[in-house]
Nanobody
Framework: VQLVESGGGLVQPGGSLKLSCAAS????????MGWYRQAPGKERELVAA???????VYADSVKGRFTISRDNAQKTVYLQMNSLKPEDTAVYYC???????????????WGQGTQVTVSS
């Protein structure tokens, strides 16, 4: 399985970005997918996840601002980020779970990460 993230960059506070994670080598539609982030000096944390049946979960810090979605035909998961804040600055990683629900496992797949910087 390969995961390729894109869409990161520099944005001003209050701005928007849309991240994409394209998967290959997987029967994508039967697995849950997630977005995580890691800021300097901090542990990697869950941002949002979506199951194979489209149920979602969000970190409290991003509820109402971020939206996760998936396109099974394109084998792609998205993260629409609105009203960005400086504290959203981090490397964002795509996670391919090895189950249909967002249950973390040691054998999950990870993308290489994409930098998001929110600064004026």
């Amino acid at each position: 399985v390969q995961l390729v993230e894109s869409g990161g960059g520099l944005v001003q506070p209050g701005g928007s970005l849309k991240l994409s994670c394209a998967a290959s080598g997987t029967n994508f539609n039967i697995y849950a997918m997630g977005w995580y982030r890691q800021a300097p000096g901090k542990e990697r944390e869950l941002v949002a996840a979506i199951s194979s049946d489209y149920s979602t979960v969000y970190a409290d810090s991003v509820k109402g601002r971020f939206t996760i979605s998936r396109d099974n035909a394109q084998k792609t998961v998205y993260l629409q980020m609105n009203s960005l804040k400086p504290e959203d600055t981090a490397v964002y990683y795509c996670r391919h779970y090895r189950s249909s629900y967002y249950r973390a496992g040691d054998t999950d797949y990870w993308g290489q990460g994409t930098q998001v910087t929110v600064s004026s």
